[in-house]
């Protein structure tokens, strides 16, 4: 008998697939990144799903992908030779919210939109938001501690993660954290978790911390710009102001055009990049044009404040719509460097230079409130792998930022395509402790192999 009838004899037919075309389309995420041949997939429905799966696989000594919803972009989930896909995208319950503890509790099938729309029926609401938030899964969001556009003012998934359960690799069961706002009780396993990527453990349920939604609909700006540093000064000069945005993102030309070429958006042909802004304070109205003289004052060719929520609405759809329009061009490879947020300026001409003196295309859009981001080099549809030159490019863009005092990655995780940079940032004695914490948790290796350390 093969090893996986014992897995599909504890499970059931129903609940492992083994048909090699419906394995491959769990067995790759939104990278141009090619999947290995894994034995099979679970459809884990509840965590005694995943208990048996995992003990299964260490019984038999099977390597284990954990999965959400696929839209990674750092092949955190993309499978290898002889593993099985455990995808968590049938664990959507949300098991518990409450408006008077301001947490819910939450499994890690549940796309992100839908816990925020579940939360502000109760006047609530849940802050990160990837741009991915009405696709992209809690587990997903946790296993990478995604960010998202309100990282600015809320930070990121982290920052709402008060507990998990997880499974471990021998099927056990961890709770970690608390309910409550504050904890310092032995060491934060849930952080540790938090970000691992499936390293570590399974995330199989969440206790997130909620927030009071805006008492008021946010005012939105959006102010373009001639050139890409004006645009970056104008972040600096925002956040040195105080005035605390609670969205801060800024497109070039490239990504601009990109976008115009889809939906047709009248870009003028001297706009070099755009900044959309948010508040969501109680006088947001007043924030966003006080950040618009500010535009204006740094340079600004247009700046215009929205009169209406569905004006605002258009205009973060905008920024939503960059990816999508980025992968009709061609594939992408995408970065998502982080630098101090005075930094910004320089990181962007730096990427500037690096796309002129390689001939590549980089189009890059960022939170810029925050310093994050995400140079995408866009290269030839049904390409294996991005050419040398793109390699070449993209290895000089993740030095300037550790130059910078920055980071490979802010908010993507690090997953196979960041693992040939990764020591240049870790060093060898975090990268020796990293592995010896790795091995604590995940003796014999099955978990994510060859993913984030």
């Known amino acids: 008998m093969r090893p996986i009838d014992a897995l599909v004899n504890s499970l059931s037919e129903a609940r492992v697939v083994t048909d090699p075309d419906v394995i491959d389309s769990y067995a790759r995420d939104r990278t ?4 290995g041949k894994p034995l099979g997939v679970v459809l884990a429905a509840s965590r005694d799903d995943v208990v048996t799966t995992l003990k299964w696989a260490t019984e038999h000594r099977v390597p284990v992908v954990p999965r959400g919803a696929g839209t990674g972009l750092a092949g ?6 002889g593993s099985i896909v455990l995808s968590l995208a049938r664990m959507t319950a949300i098991r518990e919210l409450s408006p008077a503890d301001e947490i819910a509790v939450v499994e890690p099938g549940v796309i992100t939109a839908d816990l925020d729309k579940a939360a ?4 609530l609401m849940y802050a990160p938001d990837p741009s991915s938030y009405e696709i992209s899964t809690i587990g997903g969001n946790l296993a990478t501690n995604a960010g998202g556009l309100r990282c600015v003012k809320y930070g990121v998934t982290r920052d709402s993660a008060l507990g998990l359960e997880v499974v471990l690799a021998d099927g056990r069961v961890l709770n970690t954290g608390r309910r409550t706002m504050k904890g310092v009780t032995g060491y934060d396993l849930t952080g540790l978790f938090v970000g691992s990527e499936g ?4 995330i199989t349920a969440a206790t997130v911390r909620l927030r009071r939604a805006p008492a008021v609909p ?3 700006f959006a102010a373009e710009f001639g050139s890409l540093r004006e645009a970056g000064a104008a972040v600096s000069a925002i956040m040195a102001a ?3 945005p609670s969205l801060m993102e800024l497109l070039d030309r490239a990504t601009l055009e990109a976008i115009d070429d889809w939906r047709n958006i009248g870009l003028e042909p001297t706009t070099q990049a755009m900044l959309i802004g948010q ?6 109205q007043a924030v966003a044009e006080r950040m618009e003289r500010i535009c204006t004052d740094n340079g600004a060719s247009f700046v215009a404040v929205s009169s209406s929520p569905q004006e605002a609405e258009e205009l973060i759809g905008l920024r939503r719509l960059a990816y999508g329009a980025k992968e009709r061009q061609g594939a992408c490879l995408v970065e998502d460097v982080c630098v101090p947020r005075s930094a910004l300026p320089e990181m962007i001409t730096r990427i500037e230079a690096a796309a002129a003196r390689h001939g590549v295309r980089i189009a890059t859009v960022a939170h810029a409130g925050d310093g994050n981001l995400h140079p995408v080099f866009i290269f030839e549809h049904g390409t294996v792998e991005p050419p040398p030159e793109v390699w070449a490019a993209a290895d000089e863009v993740f030095k300037d930022a550790l130059e910078l005092g920055g980071t490979l990655t802010g908010e993507h995780g690090v997953g196979l395509l960041k693992r040939r940079w990764l020591a240049l940032e870790t060093g060898p004695v975090s990268g020796e402790l990293q592995g010896q914490i790795k091995a604590v948790f995940d003796p014999l290796g099955l978990l994510n192999p060859g993913k984030a350390i």
């Not at 141009?32 to 999947?35: D, G, H, N, R």
């Not at 502000?120 to 006047?123: A, K, L, M, P």
């Open 32 to 35: 141009f990144l090619e999947p």
């Open 218 to 220: 946010p005012a939105t």
């Open 199 to 202: 390293t570590l453990g399974v």
């Open 120 to 123: 502000r029926e109760h006047g």
């Open 279 to 284: 508040s969501d304070a109680a006088d947001g």
């Open 76 to 81: 955190a989930s993309v499978a290898g030779d």
């Open 242 to 244: 105080g005035c605390q």
